[in-house]
């Protein structure tokens, strides 16, 4: 097998608190081939947009601090790049999408500006030639009249229309890998499903690869190849996409997949509960001696609040967890 | 086509209509122009030359010959406040334009290195504990009466207001998504600070500094009037009416005209200002009403 465009090696990275070190990131690894789509899954606080950001190295230090691990993209460490290597591939061979649309662009600079600058900046082109690349850039990611829109303001137009420029934006050089951190988060259900398949079809057109970072199980299973569950810092659980939803091994995991609401209750005439994953995340101030979840675990024992599960292949299909009864809670599911 | 065309027409009774909803802007441009014509067509208007001594017409009260009178040498009082419209009109230019510019670089230093930060806003903390007026005092003290000694001196005096407004702005604004999306899109630091800090900053400054020239005119014209500003060979407000001030009960009008001139334009800087605020940034209008 090839080297995959990004390989994520026992990434650790902390955050210097005046409370003490969070330890927000813990031992992550994971990789993406190119054209492949991974999610990561989580609830909040559990290090997955930590984990996106610094992979263009955006974390504010201080506080963050890389404290170990290797990212090596297209065979280059980015740990150790100067800072104006690291400008040369930001916006270029990684593009990046945000949450929030509405603070995402500027508010004071027109649309094309912003869609021009990092094109610009990555490529030898004309202001001409580059507004012309960039209206059918618009056009691409399905917005109306891009002509006019060039000319308009961040405050003109829609959360919706906003995401898509943004993802113009991240796409406009066309990169070997987007970072996509909870793009849908911000925006109603109907247009998360257009914005989700913009980011879908522009991946498949350019054969970009595409780290999504979300919380939404329904969202993984519409669009990513495989799937990273992170809690705690750690990676719980990796596996392709099918696989997990079809087994998931990590009680966490199934926690997550219980917890999603369900349009038809169980019992007809009864209203069902939603389900829930009792207690709450663990305080990543203090170090966690054995599983961060066995707290919150019905099957946890003994051995899993003395000894941290290590990430296990499972099987043989490529599907990897961290946790000592894996085998058991299998066969209960 | 035929879409494009209402387009292009309703933007702009939308900018008309915020001048009319902003009427202090309007009364306050149109004071301000006037004081600034004032200003640039001193030698036209003024009447008589405004150093000029007449010892038989001392303190004579208005007339047709001497519109606002004369004071104690028999200067012509109009003429003279003509000419220190000048002095008021660049102190408050000059003042505004400096501390804005040297606080927004130093503002902008102290909020992106927290080393320089640590120690210039110790020293901008010191100079705010000192009043703005007895610091200028204090500065003119040390060196001999002149216009840009006076300028100098309320600029020391106003910057650590603008380094602290400038600093803040800048700390909102480093957090800022947009400057982050920036950065992952390759953007230098140089980037990030002239087309997306800078550009964001500018409201609130351009707002403070035109609260800046309303005081720094104030400031002159006490240090005139204490004998710490400009020479008194050159008429200012400050200096007419420290002249007048003995004289105050026999002829009120060498202190009158000039009181009354200051407190127009600072009323009218004031206003531009508020009515700028409300404009630039509607948020913080409606909160403070």
């Known amino acids: 097998m090839s080297e995959p465009l990004l390989r994520v090696d026992k990434l650790r990275v902390r955050f210097d608190t005046p409370e003490g070190v969070v330890h927000a990131v813990d031992d992550v690894s994971f990789q993406v081939g190119a054209g492949e789509t991974l999610a990561i899954v989580g609830e909040s606080g559990c290090g997955k947009s930590v984990t996106a950001l610094s992979i263009l190295r955006l974390l504010p230090s201080p506080p963050a601090r890389l404290a170990g691990g290797s990212i090596r993209f297209q065979d280059q460490e980015l740990t150790t790049l100067s800072a104006s290597a690291m400008r040369r591939i930001r916006g270029d061979r990684i593009g990046m999408v945000f949450q929030e649309p509405m603070t995402s662009l500027n508010p004071v600079l027109t649309i094309g500006r912003q869609l021009t600058e990092g094109l610009l900046r990555h490529r030898p082109l004309s202001r001409a030639a580059a507004r012309s690349h960039v209206t059918a850039l618009l056009e691409r990611v399905q917005i109306p009249d891009p002509a006019r829109r060039l000319e308009q303001y961040p405050h003109e137009l829609s959360g919706g229309m906003r995401q898509r420029v943004m993802i ?56 990513a190849d495989r799937v990273i569950v992170m809690y705690a810092g750690r990676v719980v659980e990796d596996a392709a996409v099918d696989d997990l939803f079809d087994h998931p091994l990590h009680p966490y995991t199934q926690g997550l997949f219980a917890a999603r609401p369900h349009l038809v209750p169980a019992a007809a005439g009864q209203r069902a509960r939603l389900a829930e994953i009792p207690g709450i995340v663990p305080s990543l101030r203090s170090g966690i001696t054995g599983c961060a979840f066995a707290p919150r675990c019905a099957a946890a024992t003994a051995r899993c609040r003395t000894e941290a599960p290590v990430l296990r292949p499972h099987g043989t299909s490529g599907h990897s967890v961290a946790c000592h009864h894996a085998a058991i809670t299998r066969q209960a599911s | ?74 200067r012509d009082v109009w003429s003279r406040t ?68 006076v300028i100098i001196a309320i600029v020391v005096a106003e910057v650590p207001r603008v380094v602290r407004l400038a600093r803040g702005v800048v700390l909102t604004l480093r957090d800022a998504t947009f400057v982050e999306a920036a950065t992952a899109s390759g953007t230098g630091f140089f980037g990030l600070l002239f087309r997306h800090i800078l550009p964001n900053a500018v409201a609130p400054l351009v707002v403070q500094s035109t609260y800046i020239a309303a005081s720094a005119m104030i400031t002159e014209a006490i240090l005139s009037f204490i004998g710490a500003g400009v020479p008194s060979s050159t008429p200012s407000w400050g200096n007419i009416m420290a002249e007048g001030r003995t004289v105050f009960q026999i002829a009120p009008q ?19 200002g508020d009515g700028l605020r409300d404009m630039l940034d509607p948020r913080l209008a409606r909160r403070v009403k």
């Open chain 1, 168 to 223: 113009a934006i991240a796409m406009a050089c066309k990169p070997s890998l987007l970072i996509a951190d909870e793009p849908t988060t911000a925006l109603d259900v109907t247009i998360q499903a257009q914005v989700l398949d913009l980011i879908g079809e522009l991946r498949d057109e350019m054969g970009t690869a595409v780290v999504l970072v979300t919380h939404d199980l329904g969202v993984v299973g519409d669009v």
């Open chain 2, 1 to 74: 086509m035929a879409i494009a065309v209402p387009v292009k027409e309703d933007t702009r009774p939308a900018r008309r209509s915020a001048l009319r909803r902003h009427p202090t802007v309007v009364i306050g441009l149109v004071i301000l122009i006037a004081v600034g014509l004032m200003a640039i067509a001193a030698p036209w208007l003024a009447t008589l030359d405004p150093t000029a001594l007449s010892p038989a017409k001392r303190l004579r009260p208005p007339s047709a010959e001497f519109w606002f009178g004369t004071d104690m040498m028999g």
């Open chain 2, 82 to 149: 003509v000419y220190g419209a000048r002095v008021s009109v660049i102190t408050g230019l000059s003042v505004a334009a400096l501390a804005t510019t040297v606080g927004m670089v130093l503002g902008l230093l102290a909020g992106f290195d927290r080393t320089i930060d640590a120690i210039l806003m110790r020293i901008m903390d010191g100079l705010m504990a000192i009043p703005a007026i007895l610091l200028a005092i204090a500065l003119m003290a040390l060196t001999r009466a002149s216009l840009s000694n």
């Open chain 2, 254 to 272: 060498l202190v009158l005209f000039p009181g009354l001139c200051l407190s127009a334009t600072v009323l009218a800087v004031n206003m531009l």
